[in-house]
T-cell receptor
Framework: TQLLEQSPQFLSIQEGENLTVYCNSS?????LQWYRQEPGEGPVLLVT?????EVKKLKRLTFQFGDARKDSSLHITAAQPGDTGLYLC????????????FGQGTILTVHP | NAGVTQTPKFQVLKTGQSMTLQCAQD?????MSWYRQDPGMGLRLIHY???????DQGEVPNGYNVSRSTTEDFPLRLLSAAPSQTSVYFC??????????????FGAGSRLTVL
């Protein structure tokens, strides 16, 4: 069974601060996805990374896939209250179609 | 574009009752799946299907049944509800490219409480 350890579980910061969320595993994944979930809604994809060492940027969000494809990180620069939500990492392996392994999630609260 | 539609949005059951959570997608996706979400545990895969007539178990299948008679629909059945099945249930679909990099489209969720 593949496991993804996501940390921290909770993050409460002030507007303008930077933060990093980590997603670690002892298993190799063929892809790593990050989702964001708002209360009362389903998760929505932010990004997919598939190559070891890959870095993707989405405005103030930077996503990195580890060289060995066992870990990933999400860095938010100058967080805003609109960034508040649940962030989930999810790993896909081989021909797993949509059979993803999810981390526990990080609840981010950005205070004005 | 409806995407993935789940019904009902909320449901309260008594222990031992049965019910079906409905899921329909209009994107012609091959792959559909059911996850449950509990605090501090992320999403855990219950059952999945790679096409009509084909289903398989995920990480936490006990107490749940599924069937896939059409590409569009993937209902989840609770045969005899237990308090441990109190959770938020999400249905998801994706194009089955088989690369492990498929993007899941989720429904809005069904919140189930078992008393």
């Amino acid at each position: 069974t593949q496991l993804l350890e996501q940390s921290p579980q909770f993050l409460s910061i002030q507007e303008g601060e930077n933060l990093t969320v980590y997603c670690n595993s002892s298993s190799v994944f063929s892809s790593l996805q990050w989702y964001r979930q708002e209360p009362g809604e389903g998760p929505v994809l932010l990004v997919t990374v598939v190559t070891g060492g890959e870095v993707k940027k989405l405005k103030r969000l930077t996503f990195q896939f580890g060289d060995a494809r066992k870990d990933s990180s999400l860095h938010i620069t100058a967080a805003q209250p609109g960034d508040t939500g649940l962030y989930l990492c999810a790993g896909g392996a081989g021909t797993s179609y949509g059979k993803l392994t999810f981390g526990q999630g990080t609840i981010l609260t950005v205070h004005p | 574009n409806a995407g993935v539609t789940q019904t009902p949005k909320f449901q309260v059951l008594k222990t031992g009752q049965s019910m079906t959570l409905q899921c329909a997608q209009d994107m012609n996706h091959e792959y559909m799946s059911w996850y449950r979400q509990d605090p501090g545990m992320g999403l855990r895969l219950i059952h999945y299907s790679v096409g009509a007539g084909i289903t398989d178990q995920g990480e936490v299948p006990n107490g749940y049944n599924v069937s896939r008679s059409t590409t569009e629909d993937f209902p989840l059945r609770l045969l005899s509800a237990a308090p441990s099945q109190t959770s938020v249930y999400f249905c998801a679909s994706s194009i089955g490219t088989g690369t492990g990099a498929n993007v899941l489209t989720f429904g809005a969720g069904s919140r189930l409480t078992v008393l």
